[in-house]
């Protein structure tokens, strides 16, 4: 096998670009870092010396996803005319993106962890800190008095319950073929209901 020459910090970045093309295509617990390191192109021992182990290396790109499900969530726009339209859009980003990347959704979600790192703490945190200040946004532009944070605990786990169905089962794709809507017709059928 060929190996590549890299610069001593760029490794690390190729590696984890590997793991992502992986986990692309394959559940979290389906790949090993053998197959990481063939795919970039180094040896086995390679990999170690960056990383302790396979938790490691996925709780990074756990950390990964939500960061890039925070900034997804956070290019929508808050709109003061249209705050049912903002807390509808709100939520399908998060639909969409699981369904998009299940596997990553799976390692974020469904992956238990008895201790977390520092970095995967801090990016569920700031992802969920998105939800949070869209739903007190929403309540102030419709000038509800419900607490933000309880309301973004039940958004939270409206929009989750309806990314697990979809990926889990055939229910919410069956469901919307009854009634005439792909799976994000129907999410945002369920959404409208719940502003």
Not at 41 to 67: P, W
Not at 75 to 94: I, S
Not at 164 to 188: D, M, V, W
Request: with cysteine; hydrophobic share 35%.
């Amino acid at each position: 096998m060929k190996r590549s020459s890299y610069h001593h910090g760029d490794l690390k970045n190729s590696i984890i670009r590997s793991c992502h093309k992986l986990l692309q295509k394959k559940g979290a617990s389906d790949f090993s870092l053998r197959e990481v390191a063939t795919l970039s192109g180094v040896s086995h021992a390679a990999v170690y010396r960056h990383f302790q182990d396979k938790e490691e290396v996925l709780e990074i790109l756990a950390s990964i996803g939500f960061d890039r499900l925070r900034s997804l969530q956070r290019k929508v726009p808050q709109n003061t005319k249209d705050p049912d339209g903002y807390f509808v859009k709100l939520g399908l980003v998060y639909v969409q993106f699981a369904i998009k990347n299940p596997n990553y959704y799976k390692l974020m979600f469904q992956t238990k962890r008895e201790k977390e790192s520092k970095e995967l703490k801090q990016s569920k945190l700031r992802s969920y800190a998105v939800l949070v200040h869209g739903c007190r946004f929403y309540l102030k532009a419709k000038k509800r008095k419900e607490n933000h944070r309880s309301f973004a605990l039940m958004s939270w786990s409206l929009v989750h319950g309806f990314s697990n169905l979809s990926l889990e089962t055939n229910f919410p794709l069956s469901e919307g073929k009854r009634l005439n809507q792909s799976q994000i017709e129907l999410a945002e059928t369920m959404l409208r209901y719940a502003t």
